[in-house]
Nanobody
Framework: QVQLVESGGGLVQPGGSLRLSCEVS????????MNWYRQAPGKQRELVAG??????NYADFVEGRFTISRDNAKNTVWLQMNSLKPEDTAVYYC????????????????WGQGTQVTVSS
């Protein structure tokens, strides 16, 4: 069983910072990607940032304010968010793309429970 546990959300004023973390546990052969998504009320879930062995990508709205990082040994991913804006308010979800068995050619996605980020004065 693969488990994702998120933490770090909360209430912050505009311009403030938060650091989200996601710890992955369970039997996994390899982790292909770790991503952060977010979903605001009435909006579609959208990708915030992703990290793989091949590189890192960010959504356009990040505008250099966020940094995603990964500890490969511990299968942990962080999202450092600075200069937060009210429009960043959303539930943030950790997503991991894994291969469960060495001979499996298919990947499997798992999602964290979500952590609420609220940016308001």
């Amino acid at each position: 069983q693969v488990q994702l546990v998120e933490s770090g959300g909360g209430l912050v004023q505009p311009g403030g910072s938060l650091r989200l973390s996601c710890e992955v546990s369970g039997t996994i052969f390899s982790v292909n990607a770790m991503n952060w998504y977010r979903q605001a009320p009435g909006k579609q879930r959208e990708l915030v940032a992703g990290i793989t062995s091949g590189g890192i990508n960010y959504a356009d709205f990040v505008e250099g304010r966020f940094t995603i990082s990964r500890d490969n040994a511990k299968n942990t991913v962080w999202l450092q968010m600075n200069s937060l804006k009210p429009e960043d308010t959303a539930v943030y979800y950790c997503n991991v793309v894994v291969i469960l068995y060495p001979t499996n050619i298919y990947t499997t996605d798992y999602w964290g429970q979500g952590t609420q980020v609220t940016v308001s004065s």
